[in-house]
């Protein structure tokens, strides 16, 4: 069955940084679009980025934008995200997410991890 | 990149329907037919419940539809039962992006 499971979460002091990894399995991991999606305490879910079957083509929310950098490597079933410059703003739980269909982009997310916490504090 | 807008709360007695709305733009809702819902308990991961705008995954109960009207979305709970009391978020591609509502706590009464 499918499954994609988020690791790397835990404290980082602010301008510090973290790497989130997502280990996928119980499909063809490159015929997808990857996504991270995150959640603050309390609050409501926010897209952060999206990638491309091959990696070619990337988006980031404006949040992120210059600070973190997803990536992927279809020969490990994996996904990445490397967050730099953390700020206080960016504790949540963070979701890896796949898009529902292969070989299509339209961002609707048809499984989801059970998410890794990150927070931000000194 | 403004967030998709959702009433914060809804609440309907067993067996009655409830419409959750989702308000964005022509460049959001408006434009595309990829609109999405998620259902979310507290604690747990966010479940896709309808996507492209009226269909439903295998799985998801037909008391769950979705419509939308020009810049606006909506899901539709038939029949509630007290297991639909839950979080939900609508979603919506944007061209390079995608935006979230701010979620709707549902309250079975």
């Known amino acids: 069955q499918v499954q994609v499971v988020e690791s790397g979460g835990g404290l980082a002091k602010p301008g510090g940084s973290l790497r989130l990894s997502c280990a996928a399995s119980?499909?063809?991991?490159?015929?997808?679009?990857m996504s991270w999606i995150r959640q603050a305490p309390g609050k409501g879910l926010e897209w952060v980025s999206s990638?491309?079957?091959?990696?070619?083509?990337?988006y980031y929310a404006d949040s992120v934008k210059g600070r973190f950098t997803i990536s992927r490597d279809n020969a490990r079933n994996s996904l990445f995200l490397q967050m730099n410059s953390l700020r206080a703003e960016d504790t949540a739980v963070y979701y890896c997410?796949?898009?529902?269909?292969?070989?299509?982009?339209?961002?609707?997310?048809?499984?989801w991890g059970q998410g890794t916490l990150v927070t931000v504090s000194s | 990149q403004s967030a998709l807008t959702q009433p914060p709360s809804a609440s309907g007695s067993p067996g009655q329907s409830v419409t959750i709305s989702c308000t964005g733009t022509?460049?959001?809702?408006?434009?595309?037919?990829?609109v999405s819902w998620y259902q979310q308990y507290p604690g747990k991961a966010p479940k896709l419940i309808i996507y492209?705008?009226?269909k439903r995954p295998s799985g998801v109960p037909d008391r769950f539809s979705g419509s939308k009207s020009g810049n606006t979305a909506s899901l539709t709970v038939s029949g509630l039962q007290a297991e639909d009391e839950a979080d939900y978020y609508c979603?919506?591609?944007?061209?390079?992006?995608?935006?979230f509502g701010g979620g709707t706590k549902l309250t079975v009464l």
């Open positions: 492209e705008v009226t």
């Open positions: 022509s460049s959001d809702v408006g434009g595309y037919n990829y």
């Open positions: 979603s919506s591609y944007a061209g390079s992006n995608n935006l």
């Open positions: 990638i491309s079957f091959s990696g070619s083509t990337i």
């Open positions: 119980g499909f063809t991991f490159r015929d997808y679009y």
């Open positions: 997410a796949r898009d529902l269909r292969p070989n299509y982009a339209t961002y609707e997310f048809g499984y």
